[in-house]
Structures are given as structure tokens and as C-alpha cells.
């Protein structure tokens, strides 16, 4: 769990930049830092993306060779 | 690839992009009128060389999936769950030649199946993938080449595509007899983009172009890279692999969309068998799935996925890997996504897979080795975007 708390940072930057622009999700960590002149004069954009999963089977799985069973999602 | 139930990061990760190299619609509307991999769009031919590019990166538990052999399948974090991987470096070039033209130049996501690379939803609208998706490579090194027709409006907008790349998800051309792989196809969309119909193959040879690993006290790592078939010859003779791959997908109304999906693919088998899965037959596997999605409230919609899959010899590692010997799959996948917030989707999803066959499919003990023949999955996933 501890893991996770290291992204709470980046995550409350992204809320605050959000709170200006919702429509525009993607980005807006990085427009939040270094302001949008970069994507707006240069077309060039820094865009984040994640994924968390709680997982639970029917089985216990001590271990998983099944990609697609265990919600992968890249 | 241990995984626990649980908690999972499966990824973190960031793209640097320009122009139309960035994701489509996630920044800002396509320019083009053919964009790499998406296909035809409507609008004029640009007039301009264009030279767009894309880098991304992820850290997280699908790092294994998305790295490159002999590129960033490092030793050093083998044992590691959570993995960096350079998933895409690529330029993207339009050139205003034909109908339009554009020249794909480094490592990308494929381009095949109906589930795509990027972690993005739509089109992706499954916490889960499909079986097809785990047949098919997952990126290649190398160069696509797509042009547009020149179709009269009125029969709609279409492509063809041809790719020349290494193994699959892997940095070289192959070793003995190996040589690069072929990938090549059309798309059609009809006039008012409502509905999209993808035919891709990828073609070379399968010989010896499964993933490394990294042996630490006694236990084996996956590096990463490589293909799911471990198929090898004693004389490096070339093992034809080939995949196809045929998409529909119709958007009824704003509401519903629709989702078709066939699969077939080959593997030759080698006359080497250094591991118990090694492909030593000819080996088929297929499938078809359908899906749907339906939105319910303007952040809320519901989807559905029904699959049936065949792999005959169980010639994928994540069968024959886990002691199945062959057979059909068959899949029921539910699923609701709320967008919660603008950088929060949340979809909690349900997947009942049932396997008929040789052997056993699900649940490995820890001896590796899979001890039922169904699995009830629940998942609740949550996308970030920032």
C-alpha cells in the first residue's frame, strides 16, 4: 500500500490543475508544472496515464501466468 | 510472472509527443488525413511533409509485457514485479504523396487486433483483455508504411498498410535463418465514420524468438520481449508464424457501439524441445469475439464481451506454460465505467472463463502448474489520467 502513497503528490497537482480545465485530463499534471506554451506553440505535449487494480478470483492464485485474466491493461 | 491477488500498480507511466504522433483526441483533433495505425480520416490531403514523434515510458507490474528483447529486457530488474519498460520511440511522418501517406519509424504498439497498446479508454473499454489480444505481438521495431486510396466519397474512406519490422516485441531480425516479419493489411470506414472494418496480418518466421530469462539462486526470471512461442530447430530452418486478424466495429447511435473480432494464427513447429511447452507440431489457434457498449448516463455506461478461443496444441506459453495440452476457451466479460472524475475512470468488471480441453488453464499452484478448468475473476480498476 505503501507504494501507492507515493503517487498521492501527483495526484493532488492533478486535481488542482483539473479544477481549471476538466475537459483536458491528459496533460494537465504537466501544464500544471511547466504551463502549456509548450504544447501550445509547439504542438508538443507531456501526457500521463495509469492503471490500479484490486483483483479478487474465485480461486486462490499464488500465482498468475494469465495476462488477460488478471486485468492487465497497457 | 508471480502476481498476487490484491492491490496491483499495473502502471505509471508518461508519453512525450508531438503533433499527430500523440494519442488521437486526447489533445487535440487529427490534422491528418491518415493517421499511422488508426487509419482514414475525413478531410483533404495535407500539402505538407509533416515529421511528428512519440516517446513513452511505464513503470508497474505490465512492465514484463511491454518491453523490447535486446533492448530494455535488462537483467538487473528481472526479479522485480513492478518493471520499467520504453514501451514506444518512434518518428511519424506524413507526406503528401498519393492520397495521403504516412511512414511509421521505430518501436510501436501493434497494429493488430481490436484491443490496442495504449492503456486508453475508448477504445480499450475492458479492465481485462481478450484472449486474441494475447496472441497477437504486442509491439514491433521497424517501419509501417500506410497510404490512403483514392475512393470516391461516397464508398466511404480506406487504406492499405504494409510493415516491415523484426521479431515480435523484440529488437532484432531473428537468428540462423531469421529474417525481418511482414505486416500488412486494409481498412475501410464508411462515409460517416460510423462504422470501421480492419484486416491486419503479421507473417515471418517464429523460429527462436521467445522471451530470455534471467536465472538468480535457482529461480528463473522473465527478461521480457520476445513472443509468447518458444518453437525451435536444431537447423535453424524458418518456422513460418502467421496472424490475422479481422476487426468490425459499428457505432448504432451515440449510445451503442458494437464490436466484432476474428483471429486465426500459425505457428510451424521445431524439432527441439528444451522445455515442456517448446512447439514441436504444427500449431493452429483461433477465436472470434463480440462486445458492446451502451451508455447509460452521460459518465456512466455499461459494456458486455463474449469470447470463444482455440489454441489446438496450446501453443501460447500462458497454456502450454501452465500444463494445458489444448482446447477452447470460452469467456463472459461484464462491466460498468463511471467516470468519476476528469483524471478518474472506475470500472468495476466481472470475467467468468471456462476451459474445455487437455489439461488444466487456471489458478496455478505454485508449482506453476494450473488446477482448474474455470475461473470467476472481479476486478475494479481505476484509470488515472494526468
Same mark, same amino acid.
Given at each position: 500500500?505503501? =507504494?501507492?502513497?507515493?503517487? $498521492?503528490?501527483? $495526484? $493532488? ?10 475537459? =483536458? ?14 504544447? =501550445? ?34 | ?54 516517446? /513513452? ?33 518512434? *518518428?511519424? *511522418?506524413?507526406?503528401? &504523396? ?7 519509424? #521505430? ?55 504494409? !510493415? ?16 525481418? /516479419? ?5 481498412? +475501410? ?21 521467445? #522471451? ?5 539462486? #535457482? ?7 520476445? /513472443? ?19 476487426? &468490425? ?88 465505467? +463511471? ?28 508449482? !506453476? ?6 475461473? *470467476? &475473476? ?9
Amino acid at each position: 500500500m505503501q =507504494r501507492f502513497l507515493h503517487f $498521492l503528490p501527483l $495526484l $493532488l497537482v492533478t486535481s488542482v490543475a483539473l479544477a481549471e480545465e476538466p475537459d =483536458r485530463p491528459y496533460g494537465s499534471l504537466f501544464r500544471a508544472i511547466a504551463g502549456d506554451s509548450l504544447e =501550445r506553440d509547439h504542438g508538443i505535449a507531456v501526457l500521463g496515464f495509469g492503471h490500479v487494480s484490486l483483483s479478487e478470483a474465485n480461486h486462490d492464485i499464488p500465482a498468475s501466468r494469465m495476462p488477460q485474466g488478471r486485468a492487465r491493461n497497457t | 510472472m508471480p502476481q498476487d491477488e490484491g492491490l496491483n500498480l499495473q502502471h505509471i507511466g508518461l508519453i512525450v509527443c508531438k503533433g499527430d504522433a500523440c494519442p488521437p483526441g486526447r489533445i487535440a483533433a487529427p490534422t491528418r488525413n491518415l493517421l499511422s495505425r488508426v487509419g482514414p480520416m475525413p478531410g483533404p490531403r495535407g500539402e505538407k511533409v509533416v515529421v511528428d514523434w512519440a516517446l /513513452s515510458a511505464l513503470v508497474g507490474e505490465d512492465g514484463i509485457y511491454w518491453k523490447t528483447k535486446g533492448f530494455d529486457d535488462w537483467k538487473w530488474n528481472a526479479d522485480d514485479a513492478e518493471r520499467l519498460a520504453f514501451t514506444q520511440w518512434y *518518428l511519424d *511522418l506524413y507526406l503528401p &504523396l498519393g492520397a495521403g501517406t504516412t511512414v511509421l519509424l #521505430g518501436s510501436w504498439h501493434t497494429t493488430l487486433a481490436a484491443e490496442i497498446g495504449y492503456a486508453f479508454n475508448p477504445p480499450n473499454y475492458f479492465a481485462s483483455r481478450t484472449y486474441a489480444f494475447a496472441a497477437t505481438p504486442a509491439k514491433h521495431v521497424g517501419t509501417l508504411v500506410e497510404t490512403r486510396l483514392p475512393l470516391a466519397e461516397s464508398s466511404g474512406l480506406a487504406s492499405v498498410f504494409l !510493415g516491415v519490422t523484426g521479431d515480435w516485441n523484440a529488437v532484432d531480425f531473428g537468428s540462423g535463418a531469421g529474417g525481418p /516479419s511482414f505486416l500488412f493489411g486494409a481498412r +475501410w470506414r464508411s462515409p460517416d465514420m460510423r462504422t470501421w472494418f480492419d484486416v491486419e496480418t503479421v507473417y515471418g518466421n517464429g523460429e527462436d524468438d521467445f #522471451g530470455d530469462v534471467h536465472v538468480e539462486n #535457482g529461480i528463473a526470471h522473465p527478461r521480457g520481449g520476445g /513472443s509468447q512461442f518458444l518453437a525451435l530447430s536444431s537447423t535453424d530452418e524458418y518456422l513460418d508464424r502467421v496472424v490475422t486478424s479481422l476487426t &468490425l466495429t459499428h457505432a448504432v447511435n451515440e449510445r451503442l457501439s458494437l464490436v466484432f473480432e476474428g483471429l486465426y494464427g500459425f505457428q510451424e513447429g521445431g524439432d527441439l524441445a528444451p522445455l515442456p511447452f517448446a512447439i514441436t507440431e504444427d500449431s493452429t489457434f483461433y477465436g472470434v469475439n463480440v462486445g458492446f457498449r451502451y451508455q447509460l448516463l452521460p459518465r456512466l455506461y455499461a459494456g458486455a464481451r463474449f469470447e470463444a478461443f482455440v489454441d489446438e496444441e496450446a501453443a501460447n506459453v500462458l497454456w502450454g506454460g501452465v500444463g494445458a495440452g489444448g482446447g477452447t476457451v470460452y469467456a463472459t466479460t461484464l462491466n460498468v465505467t +463511471w467516470e468519476a472524475l476528469p483524471w478518474v475512470i472506475v470500472r468495476p468488471e466481472l470475467k467468468y472463463d471456462a476451459y474445455d480441453g487437455s489439461g488444466h488453464l487456471f489458478a496455478p499452484d505454485r508449482n !506453476g502448474m494450473a488446477q482448474h478448468n474455470t475461473q *470467476l &475473476l472481479g476486478v475494479l480498476n481505476f484509470e488515472l489520467r494526468f
